[in-house]
């Protein structure tokens, strides 16, 4: 069984640029999640996708976007990037959308300067 | 709209002694409350979670939970602390399941620390 498994691990970009963040679920999970972890920090919630469409959405400016493709794998991009949005980005998968237990990747770092 | 409040953002326990995380919640609606535990360096893993029925919930690696309603907790405990425990301990509620199109809310996180 494959796990949650994000790319990069560790990225640095400048304000203003933009950034894509890539996750492949778990083996049969069709439903994923975002989330941002900022330091000393709870992950929030960005969004969730589910059969390619976005189905639910946390209080995040529309420059945070992503997309599900049709094996499941996710991306999330973020444009304009601002300081604040320096963070760890967890990729979670889902059985389904209303599916309690999430499995979660080990995050993509992104650090903007 | 739900919120969590984890009191204490770093716990220190013995090796060997009782672990008590606590965990407090507000939700509008009936919750459904989970605790996940975040190693170094790795993503978050579900510990135990709680829906509906009893409110004693029993997870892995010996952690167990308790629904109070009346006290609106869900503290989670080990009777006895081991060295790889040391992580950090998140609680979170949810209106829907698994959070469905409102995600889970997390707290801030408690440290803990075992002292050998």
């Known amino acids: 069984e494959t796990g949650v498994t994000q790319s990069p691990t560790h990225l640095i970009k400048t304000r203003g640029q933009q950034v894509t963040l890539r996750c492949s679920s778990q083996?049969?999970?069709?439903?994923v999640s975002w989330y941002q972890q900022a330091l000393g920090q709870g992950p929030q919630f960005i969004f969730q996708y589910y059969r390619e469409e976005e189905n639910g959405r946390g209080n995040f400016p529309p420059r945070f976007s992503g997309l599900q493709f049709p094996n499941y794998s996710s991306e999330l991009n973020v444009n304009a990037l601002e300081l604040d949005d320096s963070a760890l980005y967890l990729c979670?998968?889902?059985?389904?959308?209303?599916?309690?237990?999430?499995?979660f990747g080990s995050g993509t770092q992104l650090s903007v300067l | 709209a739900q919120s969590v409040t984890q009191l204490g953002s770093h716990v220190s326990v013995s090796e060997g002694a009782l672990v008590l995380l606590r965990c407090n919640y507000s939700?509008?609606?009936?919750?459904?409350l989970f605790w996940y535990v975040q190693y170094p360096n790795q993503g978050l893993q579900l510990l135990l979670k709680y829906t509906t029925g009893a409110t004693l919930v029993k997870g892995i690696n010996g952690f167990e939970a308790e629904f109070k309603k009346s006290e609106t907790s869900f503290h989670l405990t080990k009777p006895s602390a081991h060295m790889s425990d040391a992580a950090e301990y998140f609680c979170?509620?949810?209106?829907?399941f698994g959070g469905g199109a409102d995600g889970l809310t997390f707290g801030k996180g408690t440290h803990l620390i075992i002292q050998p």
């Open positions: 979670a998968s889902s059985a389904g959308p209303r599916e309690g237990k999430l499995f």
């Open positions: 979170a509620v949810s209106d829907g």
């Open positions: 939700s509008s609606v009936p919750p459904y």
């Open positions: 083996s049969g999970h069709n439903t």
